[in-house]
């Protein structure tokens, strides 16, 4: 399984931005998917998760109410819908795949947000 | 929320020489089902983390025999029994029993 993220950049403070994640290789169903981000010089931080079903979704305390993930199954894809942006989202964001239960199996490449004026 | 405590931070291993890095859950890791899902990562700079130990103990494919995990509970250990160049990175525990996930600070490992 590979996994490509796409969408990042550069946005000013305030505005949104749409984070694609395409799988490709073996996209045999999975157990969950997330978002990790690592912002530069840091370590890595949960940002978002959801269930192969889309029925079950989290979010860390500090983006909660602002970013939204979702998937589409039949597209092999999965996004996040991150709005109202602050500097301090500025990151690499991962997608990670669990091909089983708490796996954190297979991560992408990465994608970089900067939220800056 | 769930804190994973990494230590040491920083770890200088001479070649051939063993490295052991604890990793301290502040709740048991224990999921319903029984298993415990607490995983070990390296980063190496510029790439992104690979997982080389599953489930506390598993090791991943490709992964050298000489990287072990052990642990229960909420307490684990990664061991590396002669530490190689090639094993310089970051290391993170990473659990995913519980939503959301959480990954401990991250030990830094280098050839001293």
């Known amino acids: 399984v590979h996994l490509a993220e796409s969408g990042g950049g550069l946005v000013q403070p305030g505005r949104s931005l749409r984070l694609s994640c395409l799988a490709s290789?073996?996209?045999?169903?999975?157990?969950?998917m997330h978002w990790v981000r690592q912002a530069p010089g840091k370590g890595l931080e949960w940002v978002s998760g959801?269930?192969?079903?889309?029925?079950?979704?989290g979010y860390s305390d500090s983006v909660r109410g602002r970013f939204t993930i979702s998937r589409d199954n039949r597209e092999n894809s999965l996004y996040l819908q991150m709005n109202s942006l602050r500097p301090e989202d500025t990151a690499l964001y991962y997608c990670?795949?669990?091909?089983?239960?708490?796996?954190?199996?297979?991560w992408g490449q990465g994608t970089l947000v900067i939220v800056s004026s | 929320d769930l804190v994973l405590t990494q230590s040491p931070l920083s770890l200088p291993v001479a070649l051939g020489q063993p490295a052991s890095i604890s990793c301290r859950s502040s709740?048991?890791?224990?999921?319903?089902?029984?298993?415990?899902?607490l995983n070990w990562f390296r980063q190496r700079p510029g790439q992104s983390p690979r997982r080389l130990i599953y489930?506390?103990?598993d090791r991943d494919s490709g992964v050298p025999d000489r990287f072990s995990g052990s642990g229960s509970g909420t307490v684990f250990t990664l061991k590396i029994s002669r530490v190689e160049t090639e094993d310089v990175g970051v290391y993170y525990c990473v659990q995913g029993t519980h939503w959301p996930y959480s990954f401990g600070q991250g030990t830094i490992l280098d050839i001293k």
């Open positions: 290789g073996s996209t045999l169903d999975d157990y969950a």
């Open positions: 709740q048991s890791l224990v999921h319903d089902d029984g298993n415990t899902y």
């Open positions: 990670v795949k669990d091909l089983k239960p708490g796996g954190a199996d297979v």
């Open positions: 489930k506390v103990s």
């Open positions: 959801i269930y192969w079903s889309g029925l079950k979704t």
